[in-house]
């Protein structure tokens, strides 16, 4: 599988701090996609950045695309309860075989009041 | 417009046992994955597929099989089962090009094998 790193594997944060979850890669990335998993859901596309050093918002969630197209974060400002879940990244490796989708192992945020 | 159905939604095994999991997709999606998900280890690939007919390895593929024989439906086999494969599948489906290529997702299949 593609060699990709997402950090922190947890993260607790008190209802008004900010997050961010980093997905790093050892190869140059064609495009990532992100997405987020309630406690005993399933996981829910976000977005997908192309684009070498592309910033797109979604209300309070910030993604970026590294200008070296190997990295990506996504950045929540003043979390809520209800960013709860766990936040995956799905990088697409330029020279990776069409049709495969790989994951990270995800950041798991729990927010507490 | 249901767009993913797995079935079933939870099962429990035998050690040794087979069953197959349903994956339905009314998207008219070409690409299929299965995924198990187990604790602090994300989502695996299991196999995909990128079109009828048509199947392929991912990271953990040992001891599971895929069939796609209609474009709508990927079917995943557990021959014999073992308590490793105890887990939480996912069954995935998104379109190939053009389109957003974003990923949908089934409600997944809670499996224990025992």
Known sequence: ???????????????????????????TLSNIQWYKQRPGGHP???????????????????????????????????????????????????????GRLYFGRGTQLTVWP | NAGVTQTPKFRVLKTGQSMTLLCAQDMNHEYMYWYRQDPGMGLRLIHYSVGEGTTAKGEVPDGYNVSRLKKQNFLLGLESAAPSQTSVYFCASSYSRGRSTEAFFGQGTRLTVV
């Open chain 1, 44 to 98: 829910v596309f976000l977005i997908q950045l192309v684009k070498s050093g592309e910033v797109k918002k979604q209300k309070r969630l910030t993604f970026q695309f590294g200008e070296a197209q190997k990295n990506s974060s996504l950045h929540i400002t003043a979390t809520q309860t209800t960013d709860v879940g766990t936040y995956f990244c799905a990088p697409a490796d330029r020279g990776s075989t069409l």
């Open chain 1, 1 to 27: 599988g593609q060699q990709v790193m997402q950090i922190p594997q947890y993260q607790h944060v008190q209802e008004g701090e900010d997050f961010t979850t980093y997905c790093n890669s050892s190869t």
